[in-house]
C-alpha cells in the first residue's frame, strides 16, 4: 500500500500595496526564500498587481475581491501579514476561522505628525486595531526595538533590515562638485522635515552641494524656495548607489521613520549620515562613530553636523569607513533574511 501523499505547505501572504512593498524590498527576497518551502497565495488590495512566478499567486483588488477569495482559500498551513491593519485584522480573522498560525511583520511606528482629519482618523483606528491583532498573533517580528516601545511585546523578535551590500558598496567615481556633497533620498512630504535641512544650509549654500532625491507633494513648493538645491526627482533604484556614492554626507531630517532603508544603504556605500535622533535610526547611527544624531525639527543642529564635516573633511572617510565596517556586521541582507526565514520555518514546524 502506498503511503499516503502529505498536503503541501501552503503559505498566504496578506499586504495593503504589492506594488509598494514587494518591489525590491525585504519581503520580496523572504518570499524567494518561502517559495522554496510554500506553495505562496498573495492578496494584494487596492493595486492591480500582477506578475507571474512559479510556485506564487497574486490576487488583488478591493475588499470584496479579498473576501470572496478568503472564502475559496483551502489547506493554508500559516498566514504572513506585513501589517497590523487590514492585513492583521484578516490574518486575525483567519486563524480563528482555520485554527493555524499568524505570523506579523511589523516596520512602522504607524504615528501621523500632521493633524489632519484623515490623518486623526488612522491614529485612532490603529490604536484600536493594534492590540486586539497583535495579541492574537503567534509571532511579530519588529524591524527596531523602538517599535517594539511603541506596540505591545507579545510573543516578538527584533530582526533589522537589510541592505544588499553587492549593490550598495563603496565606488571610485568624480564627485558631483567640489564642495562638501550633501544628499537627501526619500519621499517630499512633511514628515520627513526637508524643509529643516534646507533652511539649515541656505545660508552655506555656495559652500556645499545639496542633491534631493525623491518625488513628492512638496516638491513644486521647495523648487521655488530653495532655488540653489538639485531636484533629481524620483530616479530608478539601480542608479542610487552611484548617486549616493557621489556624494560625501547622507542627511535624512525625518520626524518618523522606523528603521529607514536608505540610512543602511548610504552607510553600505561608505557614507557617514547626519540623521534625526527618532525612533530606530540610533539603533543603526552612533553619534561621532559612523555620523551625527541631531534633535528633529532643529535646523540649526543640522547646520552645527554639517559644519563639522566642512571644518574636518577627513571625517567623511573615517565615519564613512566604520559605516561599511558596521553594516557587514549587522546588518547584511542575506544575514538578515536568514533569520526571518529560520524564525517562519520554526513557528510552521511548532504548529504542525
Not at 544628499?183 to 534646507?198: D, S
Request: glycine share 4%; proline share 5%; aromatic share 10%.
Amino acid at each position: 500500500m502506498n503511503a499516503p501523499t502529505e498536503n503541501p505547505k501552503r503559505l498566504l501572504y496578506l499586504t495593503l500595496s504589492a506594488e509598494r512593498v514587494l518591489k525590491n524590498s525585504i519581503h520580496s527576497y523572504i518570499l524567494d526564500e518561502l517559495k522554496k518551502e510554500f506553495e505562496i497565495t498573495i492578496l494584494c488590495y487596492g493595486d492591480k498587481y500582477q506578475k507571474q512566478e512559479e510556485n506564487i499567486t497574486y490576487i488583488s483588488g478591493n475588499f470584496v475581491n479579498w473576501i470572496k477569495a478568503i472564502k475559496h482559500l483551502n489547506n493554508i498551513s500559516l498566514i504572513y501579514a506585513n501589517d497590523y491593519f487590514l492585513g492583521g485584522l484578516i490574518g486575525a480573522y483567519l486563524k480563528k476561522k482555520h485554527k493555524i498560525s499568524l505570523f506579523i511583520r511589523v516596520g512602522s511606528p504607524w504615528v501621523y505628525e500632521i493633524n489632519s482629519p484623515i490623518a486623526i482618523a488612522k491614529t485612532i483606528a490603529v490604536k484600536i486595531i493594534r492590540p486586539f491583532v497583535l495579541k492574537r498573533a503567534d509571532l511579530v517580528i519588529y524591524n527596531s526595538q523602538a517599535v517594539v516601545q511603541r506596540n505591545i511585546p507579545h510573543n516578538f523578535e527584533v530582526i533589522y533590515n537589510g541592505v544588499d551590500t553587492n549593490l550598495f558598496k563603496p565606488m571610485k567615481i568624480k564627485p558631483i562638485s567640489q564642495k562638501l556633497n550633501l544628499i537627501y533620498v526619500g519621499n517630499l512630504n512633511v514628515e520627513k522635515g526637508l524643509n529643516y535641512l534646507l533652511d539649515a544650509v541656505k545660508d552655506i549654500s555656495n559652500q556645499i552641494h545639496l542633491s534631493i532625491v525623491g518625488d513628492g507633494s512638496l516638491l513644486p513648493s521647495l523648487q521655488q524656495k530653495y532655488p540653489f538645491a538639485q531636484f533629481h526627482g524620483r530616479i530608478p533604484r539601480e542608479d542610487l548607489p552611484k548617486l549616493i556614492n557621489q556624494h560625501d554626507v547622507l542627511v535624512l531630517p525625518t520626524f518618523v521613520e522606523s528603521f529607514p532603508n536608505v540610512l543602511l544603504e548610504a552607510m553600505a556605500c561608505g557614507k557617514p549620515v547626519i540623521a534625526t535622533n527618532v525612533f530606530g535610526i540610533p539603533e543603526m547611527v552612533q553619534n561621532n562613530i559612523n555620523g551625527f544624531l541631531v534633535p528633529a525639527k532643529n535646523s540649526s543642529e543640522i547646520k552645527t553636523a554639517v559644519e563639522k564635516f566642512m571644518q574636518q573633511p577627513e571625517l567623511v572617510y573615517q565615519l564613512g569607513k566604520n559605516d561599511r565596517k558596521i553594516v557587514e556586521e549587522k546588518f547584511k541582507k542575506e544575514q538578515q533574511i536568514q533569520k526571518i526565514y529560520n524564525v517562519i520555518i520554526n513557528l510552521y514546524e511548532k504548529k504542525r
